[in-house]
T-cell receptor, first 112, second 113 residues
Framework: NAGVTQTPKFQVLKTGQSMTLQCAQDMNHEYMSWYRQDPGMGLRLIHYSVGAGITDQGEVPNGYNVSRSTTEDFPLRLLSAAPSQTSVYFC???????????FGSGTQLSVL | AQSVTQLDSQVPVFEEAPVELRCNYSSSVSVYLFWYVQYPNQGLQLLLKYLSGSTLVESINGFEAEFNKSQTSFHLRKPSVHISDTAEYFCALTTSGTYKYIFGTGTRLKVLA
């Protein structure tokens, strides 16, 4: 089992560039989510999805877009990167949304 | 609104000593509580969880946590730590129907030889 797979592991962007962070899971989980981790702030929820075609905002959604066209994939898009988006990003999934979260290994993003 | 507070940002402890990592929460509705562990350069892994039933929950590697509703706490304890327990520990909660997990700011446990 691959579990939750995130790509890329590292990325450097210039301010204003766009990019997509990929997340895929092979566990047939309905619930998927994106978090950012910043020093001293823990993990903060960006967006989440409870199934294909259904997405909703978390605590810090500004500057990020998501879509869920399939159960397996939940990409996170940065439309115009800003230095404030420098962070480590984690994708997580679970079957029901109130059970154990399975995390990917993270993407370290630097915006210059 | 719900919140999770981990007051200790860092906890140094000697090997084989006991440790307690504190977690307090705030919620007006029933909660599900979790402890996750993050080893360097890795994602988070579930350590243990409280969903319902017995208020004392245990992990396979010797950690335990007790859900205390009156004190709104879910402290993590281990009677004897190992060097390999060095990691960052996150307390988290969610509630039924919200699909939103709230994480604490984390506690870095450093086990000293």
């Amino acid at each position: 089992n691959a579990g939750v797979t995130q790509t890329p592991k590292f990325q450097v962007l210039k301010t204003g560039q766009s990019m997509t962070l990929q997340c895929a899971q092979d566990m047939n989980h309905e619930y998927m989510s994106w978090y950012r981790q910043d020093p001293g702030m823990g993990l903060r929820l960006i967006h989440y999805s409870v199934g294909a075609g259904i997405t909703d905002q978390g605590e810090v959604p500004n500057g990020y877009n998501v879509s869920r066209s399939t159960t397996e994939d939940f990409p996170l898009r940065l439309l115009s990167a800003a230095p404030s988006q420098t962070s480590v990003y984690f994708c997580a999934s679970s079957y029901t949304g109130v059970e154990k979260l399975f995390f990917g290994s993270g993407t370290q993003l630097s915006v210059l | 609104a719900q919140s999770v507070t981990q007051l200790d940002s860092q906890v140094p402890v000697f090997e084989e000593a006991p440790v307690e990592l504190r977690c307090n929460y705030s919620s007006s509705v029933s909660v599900y509580l979790f402890w996750y562990v993050q080893y360097p350069n890795q994602g988070l892994q579930l350590l243990l969880k409280y969903l319902s039933g017995s208020t004392l929950v245990e992990s396979i590697n010797g950690f335990e946590a007790e859900f205390n509703k009156s004190q709104t706490s879910f402290h993590l304890r281990k009677p004897s730590v190992h060097i390999s327990d060095t990691a960052e520990y996150f307390c988290a909660l969610t509630t039924s129907g919200t699909y939103k997990y709230i994480f604490g700011t984390g506690t870095r446990l450093k086990v000293l030889a």
